[in-house]
């Protein structure tokens, strides 16, 4: 019997895969920058705004699911 050949495991992006969530729909989800940082001088708007996840652009869906293979 012959094994077949298989390609090299595909591993995920640690870094990306802390940053982006992927929805049951498999959109990805982002969340913004700057929350933890000189949070004292920002109004409450924005640090409301700061929980919230934003859709990621897409341009950048191509390459952030390359990070993502699974």
């Given amino acids: 019997m012959s094994k077949k050949q298989k390609g090299p495991k595909l591993k995920t992006h640690k870094a990306t895969a802390s940053r982006i969530h992927v ?29 919230a996840k934003l859709l990621v652009e897409g341009g950048f869906n191509k390459r952030i699911r390359k990070l993502l293979p699974h």
Wanted: avoid cysteine; glycine fraction near 14%.
């Fill in 23 to 51: 929805t049951g729909t498999g959109k990805l989800m982002r969340l913004k920058i700057g929350r933890s940082h000189l949070r004292r001088h920002k109004s409450a708007k924005v640090k409301k705004q700061f929980g």
